[in-house]
C-alpha cells in the first residue's frame, strides 16, 4: 500500500512550505468566520428517536447498544499495543505516539459513553457520547500534522485543541439546559476536522508508510456517515433486522481498527524534512534496520 501515496503527486506539493501551511491557515480561518456568523443550530427534535428500539434480553435499544462494543475492544487493543515495546518503537520521535494515545482513549470511552446515550437517549447523557468522540477526531488531526509538519507545535497545541473540541460540546450542552442549544460547533469539528486532515495528506508528503490504511478508514468513516442518515430507510429496507444507527457504529468501529493497522504496518519513509524532528533516524521496515537516513531540520 505504500503506493497509494503517490494520487496525491497531483497536487501542489512543490509549491513552498510557507505556501502551503498558509493555504490550510487561510482555509480555516475562512471556515471558522463563516461558522460565527451562521445563524444557531439546535438538534431536531426527532435527534434521540432512532429506527431500531426493539429491547433483548431486557435491553432497551439492545442493537444500537451492543454495536458499541466494537468501538471498546478496538480502543482497548490500540492502547495495550501502543503501550507494549513494538508499539514505542514504532514512532520516530516518542512525542508522536501521544496523540494516538489521546485517539484510542476516545474510541475507547466512545464504546462506553455510546453504550450509555443509547440505553436511554437524552440530552443528558448525550455529552457522554460526543466528548470521546470529539478527544478522536482532533487527536487525529493533530497526529497527521505532527507527522507531516511540525512534532513540537503539533505537541504543544495537542491540549489545547483537546480543551477547544470539548468546549463544543459544552456549549452545547449548556446552551440546550437554557432552551437555545446550539449544535453548531460540534458539528463543525466532527465535519471539517476530515477537511483538514485531507489537507495535510494532500499538502505533505509522509514521513510514514501505510497510507492506504489510512484511505481505508476514511472511506468507511464516510459509509459511516451515509448510514447514519439513512437510520429508518436501512432498517426498512434490511426487514428490521438491522438499523442504519448500528451499522454506522460497527463501520466505524472497524474504521478506527484499520488506523490501528496502518500503525502496526507501517515504517518509516525518506520524505520532506518535519520541523522538530530527530537529525537521522534509522528506517525500519518489517522490523529490520536498514542504513541510517540524514533528515535536516528546516527553520521555517
Known amino acids: 500500500m505504500k503506493e497509494w501515496d503517490n494520487l496525491f503527486i497531483f497536487l501542489p506539493r512543490a509549491w513552498p512550505r510557507r505556501i502551503r501551511l498558509a493555504l490550510i491557515a487561510v482555509l480555516c480561518l475562512a471556515a471558522v468566520t463563516l461558522l460565527s456568523l451562521a445563524p444557531r443550530l439546535p438538534l431536531g427534535a426527532s435527534y434521540h428517536v432512532f429506527a431500531d428500539r426493539r429491547t433483548l434480553l431486557g435491553l432497551p435499544n ?17 492502547l495495550v499495543w501502543l503501550m507494549s515495546r ?10 508522536e505516539r501521544v496523540p494516538y494515545l489521546v485517539f484510542f482513549a476516545g474510541v475507547m470511552f466512545t464504546g462506553m459513553g455510546s453504550f450509555w446515550y443509547h440505553l436511554a437517549p437524552s440530552n443528558r447523557r448525550l455529552p ?3 466528548l470521546p468522540m470529539t478527544c478522536s477526531f482532533v487527536a487525529l488531526v493533530i497526529a497527521t500534522y505532527m507527522e507531516r ?30 432552551g437555545h442549544g446550539d449544535y453548531k460547533y460540534y458539528l463543525f469539528l466532527q465535519f471539517f476536522s476530515p477537511v483538514v486532515l485531507a489537507l495535510l495528506i494532500g499538502l505533505f508528503p509522509p514521513r510514514y508508510s501505510g497510507f492506504g490504511y489510512l484511505a481505508i478508514a476514511f472511506g468507511l468513516y464516510i459509509g459511516a456517515k451515509i448510514f447514519e442518515s439513512c437510520d429508518f430507510a436501512v432498517y426498512r429496507h434490511l426487514g428490521r433486522t438491522v438499523s442504519g444507527h448500528a451499522l454506522k457504529h460497527l463501520t466505524a468501529g472497524v474504521a478506527c481498527y ?43
Open 62 to 78: 439492545a442493537l444500537d447498544v451492543l454495536s458499541n462494543v466494537p468501538f471498546f475492544l478496538v480502543g482497548v487493543w490500540g
Open 86 to 95: 513494538r508499539g514505542r518503537a514504532s514512532f520516530l520521535d516518542p512525542r
Open 128 to 130: 457522554w457520547d460526543l
Open 149 to 178: 509538519i511540525n512534532i513540537r507545535i503539533g505537541h504543544f497545541v495537542l491540549v489545547p485543541m483537546l480543551v477547544l473540541g470539548a468546549a463544543t460540546v459544552l456549549y452545547w450542552y449548556v446552551t440546550a439546559a437554557a
Open 258 to 300: 484499520w488506523i490501528l493497522e496502518m500503525l502496526r504496518r507501517r515504517h518509516p519513509v525518506l520524505s520532506e524534512p518535519t520541523v522538530g524532528f530527530p537529525a537521522a533516524f534509522c528506517v525500519h521496515s518489517n522490523n529490520s534496520a536498514v542504513p541510517e537516513v540524514a533528515v535536516t531540520r528546516r527553520s521555517d
